[in-house]
């Protein structure tokens, strides 16, 4: 498995419930998020919701560091088709902190 595959699993796993309770809570797709990782790795990620609701991701931007898989803290901004936004933080233990 590439680092970029090991990344993208990791990341899916962190972010689909908070995509999940934004899009319960009124944000408006598609969502548009940007994850920093603090070796300096960057994911950049356009969702919309397609068939019975379903969260389809894409990915539209990455740099992934080839020498470390997942480095925490992770920093995730996530923006709505109106503007409305907020940052996620997700520590060593998977567990998210909203800080809007």
């Not at 809570?25 to 300096?40: Q, S």
């Amino acid at each position: 498995m590439s680092n970029r595959e090991d990344y993208a699993v990791r990341i899916d796993l962190l972010i689909e419930p908070i995509i999940e309770q934004r899009l319960k809570d009124g944000f408006v797709p598609p969502l548009r998020a940007a994850i920093v990782f603090a070796n300096g790795s960057i994911i950049a990620f356009q969702f919309r919701v397609g068939g019975k609701r379903a969260v389809e991701g894409a990915v539209l931007a990455e740099y992934v560091d080839p020498s470390e898989t997942t480095v925490y803290p992770i920093n995730m901004l996530l923006v709505d088709s109106r503007g409305e936004a907020v940052l996620v933080m997700f520590g060593p233990d998977s567990q998210s902190r909203a800080a809007n």
